[in-house]
């Protein structure tokens, strides 16, 4: 499998403030990695740093197997695609514009701007004045600028967080099609359904720590207790622990006609963030 990003022992101080400590991780080709944290927990520094916008204090980054801090060849940037919250548009052109622009600078054909507008949901806006977009609409034009060149990886920092849930579900729709046609995904959000429908893999990160890493499936099994939420007739909602004894009332239920619903308690990756670290991602 091709390691497209691979941080060893990465620390971020600012002054005598550490804002990230003894980072770890590995991102494989094709994954979309999610890394969770609330606020001030260290998700823009890292970004920021794997992007070369910042320089690390120690540790060592490698993205496309190499050194971050000599990545400075245009070749390179052009196969890295970036959303974050200083990414600029020009206020006083259209958002065809803006994007022709960037067509030119990253050599990438006009046509492509009518294929990201429909991804973003903002097709029949092309003409309309940056300075005339809610705050929504320019986070998805600086999307649509993010995917215009197709990059080998894509860094999305808190990509849906000015969104309504229809546009958060289109923009969802259009990084996983950006996916599967070969685009790796850095994605930092708090939102941690987000998380659950796009993730290949996550991260928690407090405090500038790592606490852990895996699917979201894996996280939720190790944490899971095993418990089932039953609702029975006449007799309503409870929990029950798996054992022989649950068994036996579940099938004199089920004989009975009056087993109305059964699940199994999963934790969602949010009550296991509270777990790990007492505190909500919000
Ligand atoms: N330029 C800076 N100078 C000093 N401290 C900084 C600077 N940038 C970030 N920090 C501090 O580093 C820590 C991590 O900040 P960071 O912006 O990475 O958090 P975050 O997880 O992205 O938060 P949010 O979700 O609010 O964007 C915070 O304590 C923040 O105050």
């Not at 101080?13 to 980072?23: T, V, Y």
């Not at 958060?168 to 994605?187: A, M």
């Amino acid at each position: 499998m091709e390691t497209i990003i691979e941080v060893n022992g990465l620390v971020k101080a600012f002054g005598n403030k550490r804002a990230l400590s003894n980072i770890n991780f590995t991102i494989n080709k094709g994954e979309i990695f999610g890394f969770l944290g609330p606020s001030g927990s260290g998700k823009t520094t890292t970004v920021k740093i794997l992007t070369s916008q910042l320089l690390a204090t120690g540790g060592t980054v490698n993205v496309f197997g190499q050194e971050i801090r000599k990545m400075n060849d245009a070749d390179h940037k052009r196969r890295i695609g970036i959303l974050t919250d200083n990414s600029a548009l020009y206020e006083r052109l259209t958002i065809q514009d803006n994007l022709e622009m960037f067509c030119s600078l990253y050599d990438v054909e006009n046509k492509r701007i009518a294929e990201v507008l429909e991804e973003v949901n903002l097709a029949n806006d092309r003409k309309t004045l940056v300075k005339k977009l809610s705050k929504g609409m320019k986070q998805r034009v600086m999307l649509a600028r993010a995917m215009l060149h197709k990059p080998d990886l894509l860094f999305l920092d808190e990509p849906t967080s000015a969104l309504d849930p229809v546009n958060t579900l289109h923009i969802h729709e259009g990084l996983r099609k950006l996916n599967r046609e070969g685009t790796t995904i850095f994605l930092t959000t708090h939102n941690m359904s987000e998380a659950e429908s796009l993730c290949n893999r996550v991260a928690f990160i407090h405090e500038g720590v790592i606490k852990t890493i895996g699917t979201p499936e894996e996280l939720r099994l190790q944490h899971s207790d095993d418990s089932l939420t039953v609702t029975v007739k006449e007799e309503g909602r409870m929990i029950l622990q798996q054992n022989e004894e649950s068994a036996r009332r579940i099938a004199g239920w089920m004989q009975a006609g009056k087993l109305l619903s059964i699940h199994s308690n999963e934790p969602t990756l949010g009550d296991i963030f509270v777990q790990m670290t007492g505190r909500e991602l919000q």
